[in-house]
């Protein structure tokens, strides 16, 4: 059992980072129709505003990730509004490659200050490696990560049911036309929506950090395995990146010990392949059906 | 002047620059009076640009003292740069424009192997002397051939010095591999696989881990399982990392060994974020000394005098034996210098100074890795230890 044991703790931290990410993902898919592309460079580019903060600006630990991420809501506010605003009605291969061009581009500023080093990011609790609670073994860190990604699923939960804003953006996810009609600032929800996930996109990269060392590079592999996330749960469902985003981080652990370390290395490309070919809307997606 | 007297100064004045024009046609590209272009290249950008300035760095930091010094034989050297991104069809491209466009006398470069592997053509295909920076797959010196040279510890090499290391632990029996699967780590391994059973020893587990993986558990736990007496990893240093953070979060004791890439154990125990991560591990090493160490204080200086702003490491000094060879065969090729007479220079190097190196180096007529000696460090307190080849008695 115990075996078992750690490999769930251990895959559900990495799926509550992957679900994080898958978020991102989602929540820009659902309002604009475009896969954002650059989004594992925005959990790169919070995590190296965080340990920058941390590091040459002297600000207390919670004080500075929480500062991360307020920036990187800010940059996703205003990227949204000078980058993908005025192409915001083209095709979407045209928004998709933007998204790449982005992703390229925020690689380059990170590389303009840090260089291509790995640095390493200080964890929130350095004195106590690993906590064990009998035959299980888990780091606060760990613990921290998913202690905030269930926090945020919560809270995203009570946003987009009880707030003004969270019903403007879930009504300009159904139907865009229809919210301009009713008086909805589609263009303001367009840039929230980007603040949002940009933010979540920082919570992932600070709480990634630490463990997946920090270089500009870091956000590939986020970005792989959020997508084959957001895939499998159903690219329209919030609650699917999430439940996707920890089916992946399990898998990946149990095929990995189970089957073969190899797995791993493919597990997020199979289980993108396997969904599209068998359930091409995810686990929680729905098949678009047209009034005749 | 008349016009008869005129004709005879442009008959004359043509007549030189023919002959010039022949002199020059006869030299090998990247060479006149005053100069020797060496062509160099390695991931100035990208993913692995972490093995790009530091590693050209120290080379150049060589060439540059060298030209100080008044040069070779009157010659200074220029070099010029092209990133191949350790993209295999970038660094064949870069090598093209070397030879073909810049038209350098020679290149010293490569810190990737597949890339290298890749251009190898084009330096026999040009004949063109080609000294690789860092590279350490074996098949590209292996078989030799008359153009290439390398002093780099070949990944054999390395696997080999991990192995004899491995079997003098005390009462070893069972061993267990975490590693890439890339050409990186398949060289390492030649001499691993080929020699593990005469050592007398069995592997229990033979465990992949992905190229930027974040998570080692199911590695840790399928090593733990079968409870090995040592642990070889032969992963790059933020994979290390990661393997030697969750094997201690998941109580696996090592002995750890690693490979020459994380040499620096004591930036690898930062990484990890943990203080006592690398007690029992230890790495193969073909430089003579640490970061820092006395051994290593003059080829320091020299890095530090050309780079001041430069963080000096580990990977600061393994451009500079090949460097150091280049500048040396060029010496011995004389003032006439030419590719042909270059590779000749090369391939009679016998005992050469490898500066930070861990050996001398000696090509010969069918020996193109002029290297093939390294040593194990491990960490005591907070200092890299030279442990030496094997086991030590006093442990």
């Known amino acids: ?34 896969v954002q592309f650059g989004h594992g460079e925005v959990l790169m580019i919070g995590a190296f505003i965080g340990y920058s903060l941390l590091n040459y600006l002297g600000l207390p630990y919670p004080a500075a990730m929480l500062a991360a991420v307020l920036a990187c809501g800010i940059m996703g506010f205003v990227l949204e509004r000078i980058a993908f605003r005025p192409i ?89 036309t229809g919210a301009s009609i009713i008086g909805i600032n589609t263009g303001l929800i367009f840039s929230g929506t980007w603040a949002l996930a940009c933010a979540i996109g920082a919570v992932a990269g600070v709480l990634a950090a630490p463990d997946a060392l920090l270089y500009p590079d870091m956000g590939a592999r986020f970005l792989l395995k959020g997508f084959a996330a957001a895939v499998l749960g159903g690219f329209e469902s919030v609650p699917g990146a999430i439940v996707g985003g920890l089916l992946i981080g399990l898998i990946d652990n149990f095929a990995g010990f189970y089957i073969d370390t190899a797995f791993q290395e493919i597990s997020a490309y199979c289980i993108i392949i396997l969904v599209l070919f068998v359930w091409p809307y995810g686990l929680f997606g729905r098949r678009p059906t047209h009034r005749v | 002047m008349t016009a008869k007297r005129s004709m005879k100064l442009a008959g004359l004045a043509v007549a030189a620059g023919l002959a010039w024009a022949g002199a020059a046609g006869a030299a090998d590209p990247g060479i006149t009076d005053t100069t020797i272009k060496l062509g160099m290249f390695g991931p100035l950008t990208g993913a692995v640009s972490i093995y790009g300035y530091p590693i050209n760095n120290g080379a150049i930091a060589i060439y540059n003292e060298t030209n100080a010094a008044g040069g070779i034989n009157g010659r200074k050297i220029e070099i010029v740069h092209e990133d191949d991104g350790c993209d295999p069809a970038k660094t064949r491209a870069a090598v093209k424009k070397l030879i073909e466009q810049d038209k350098v006398f020679a290149i010293h470069g490569g810190s990737c192997s597949g890339g290298v592997n890749a251009a190898k053509d084009e330096f026999i295909s040009g004949k063109v002397p080609f000294m ?40 070893a029996k069972k061993i267990a591999i975490v590693r890439h699967q890339d050409d990186w780590a398949n060289a390492k391994m030649k001499n691993i696989s080929a020699g593990y059973a005469a050592a007398g020893l069995q592997i229990v587990a033979d465990e992949t881990l992905a190229r930027n993986a974040t998570d080692a558990t199911a590695q840790v736990l399928k090593v733990k399982a079968g409870n090995p007496d040592v642990v070889l990893f032969l992963l790059y ?159």
């Not at chain 2, 054999?156 to 009462?171: E, Q």
């Not at chain 2, 001041?308 to 460097?323: H, T």
């Not at chain 2, 001398?360 to 907070?382: N, P, S, Y």
Request: glycine share 10%; aromatic share 10%; with cysteine.
């Open chain 2, 132 to 171: 690789v920076m860092a590279a350490t797959l074996d098949a590209i010196s292996d078989p030799p051939n008359r153009y290439i040279f390398t002093t780099t510890l070949p990944g054999s090499g390395d696997g080999g010095i991990m192995l004899n290391f491995a079997k003098t632990v005390p009462n």
């Open chain 2, 237 to 395: 240093p933020g994979e290390s990392a990661v393997f030697l953070r969750d094997a201690e979060k998941y109580g696996v004791k090592g002995p750890f060994v690693g490979s020459n890439s994380v040499m620096d154990l004591l930036d690898l125990r930062e990484r990890t974020g943990s203080k006592t991560s690398v007690n029992n591990a230890y790495a193969s090493a073909f430089l003579q000394g640490y970061v820092g160490d006395p051994a290593l204080e003059k080829w320091t200086a020299i890095y530090r005098k050309h780079f001041p702003n430069d963080k000096v490491q580990s990977l600061s000094f393994y451009g500079m034996s090949g460097a150091l060879t280049m500048v040396d065969a060029m010496k011995r090729a004389g003032k006439d210098l030419t590719r042909e007479k270059l590779v000749d220079a090369l391939e009679a190097t016998k005992d050469g100074e490898a500066g930070p190196g861990y050996c001398k180096v000696t090509f010969g007529k069918d020996v193109r890795q002029g290297c093939l000696g390294g040593t194990i460090w491990g960490v005591k307190g907070d200092q890299i230890v030279n442990i030496g080849p094997s086991w030590p008695k006093t442990n």
């Open chain 1, 1 to 34: 059992m115990e075996i078992p044991l750690l490999l769930t703790a251990s895959g559900l931290a990495n799926g509550a980072l992957y679900a994080l990410v898958a978020l991102g993902l989602v929540l820009v898919y659902k309002t604009q129709d475009v």
């Open chain 1, 88 to 176: 915001a009605y083209h095709h979407h291969i045209t928004l998709a490659m933007v998204t790449v061009g982005l992703s390229f581009a925020l690689k380059g500023i990170a590389r303009i200050p840090f260089g291509a080093d790995i640095y390493t990011f200080p964890r929130l609790f350095p004195d106590t490696p690993t906590i064990v609670w009998g035959k299980l073994i888990v780091t606060p860190q760990h613990l921290v990560t998913i202690g905030v990604a269930l926090a945020l699923t919560i809270g995203l939960f009570v946003f987009f049911r009880s707030t003004t804003m969270g019903k403007q953006m879930r009504a300009t996810q159904q139907n865009l």
